[in-house]
């Protein structure tokens, strides 16, 4: 590295996606500025880069300046923020869309020279969820105010703290019987640290400005994921695919509850398949070889049924 100073500052760094994409960028000798509603809970990402290196920013989405602070003098801006569930109606809106927005022209206006955008696979403003519709309307966003920036749209990630394996994972050990929606839905899961990887890549002279949908090699159904989780634990388990009906009415219980375990949005969500659309830019524009399952879930999965 030579002397110049360079500073990313990364939105959401604290979160399962951004502290892969904080650890990549420390490992390449930028000075990261972690920038988080809550910075005691970033803290322990310090310990991943050199002294100084890694700072936690207080800077809430909706906080004009405090997010301009953030990216004030930063060369990237990255945004990993982003909500599974609504605590409060119109979280979606806020977070996915107008946060996104707001990022991206402060960045604009600070003189930062690329922007990566992490959204989703399934972003559609015609979506029948409000997610997908919302992370639509946030990439339409960040596209009127930084032209160039390069958006990544995953589809379901994996990784030692992913909310998906790991999750059902824990259910498996409490139910008999594991109850799933959209049994035949196909998914592309990707590995976290090739979302990362694929952030790094987005700052090479053919990215700007282009949209890449990221999957891994393997394309599963829901029900198949379950199986494949249920085998590396060793746990035998029935699976119920709960009819669309019986789902809807389940999910109005659950989603007024603590830890919204299913919600309605989500039931639409799981209508549609989640997987690379054909002819899109993904994986081998950006040089990358992504990660088989195989590689990864067995060693996280192991270490928790053994605990």
Excluded: W
């Excluded at 559609?124 to 990439?139: F, M, T, V, W």
């Excluded at 790991?166 to 899961?189: D, H, S, Y």
């Excluded at 919600?263 to 040089?287: C, E, H, W, Y």
Aim: with cysteine; net charge positive.
């Amino acid at each position: 590295m030579s002397g110049e100073r360079r500073v990313a500052t990364v939105f959401g760094g604290s979160g399962f996606i951004g502290r892969y994409i904080v650890q990549r960028l420390a490992e390449r000798g930028y000075v990261v500025r972690v920038a988080v509603r809550n910075v005691p809970g970033a803290l322990f990402l310090q310990t991943t880069g050199g002294t100084g290196q890694i700072v936690p920013l207080y800077a809430p989405l909706g906080a004009e300046a405090l997010v301009a602070r953030a990216t004030e003098g930063a060369e990237l801006v990255v945004n990993a923020t982003g909500l599974l569930s609504e605590n409060r109606k119109g979280d979606f809106v806020r977070v996915h869309a107008e946060g996104a927005g707001q990022i991206a022209r402060l960045a604009a206006s600070s003189g930062a020279r690329q922007v990566v955008h992490l959204s989703a696979i399934g972003a559609d403003a015609a979506s029948p969820s409000a997610y997908g519709r919302s992370k639509a309307a946030g990439e339409a966003a960040v596209r009127a105010a930084f032209p160039r920036t390069v958006i990544l749209r995953p589809s379901i990630v994996f990784g030692a703290e992913d909310q998906f394996f790991n999750r059902f994972a824990a259910m498996a050990a409490r139910l008999p019987v594991l109850p799933i929606v959209g049994g035949e839905t196909k998914f592309q899961p990707v590995y976290v640290g090739d979302v990362a990887d694929a952030v790094l890549a987005a700052l090479s002279a053919e990215a700007p400005g282009k949209t890449f949908e990221l999957g891994g090699p393997e394309v599963r159904t829901f029900r198949e994921l379950i199986e494949y989780m249920l085998k590396i634990i060793d746990r035998k388990r029935a699976i119920m695919d709960l009819p669309l009906g019986v789902a809807r009415l389940q999910a109005q219980v659950l989603q007024r509850l603590p830890g919204k375990l299913l919600t309605t949005d989500q039931i639409k969500m799981l209508q549609r398949d989640n997987v690379v659309a054909p002819g899109a830019l993904g994986f081998s524009a950006l040089g990358i070889v992504p990660t088989p399952m195989n590689l990864i879930v067995p060693g996280y999965l192991q270490c928790r049924a053994s605990r």
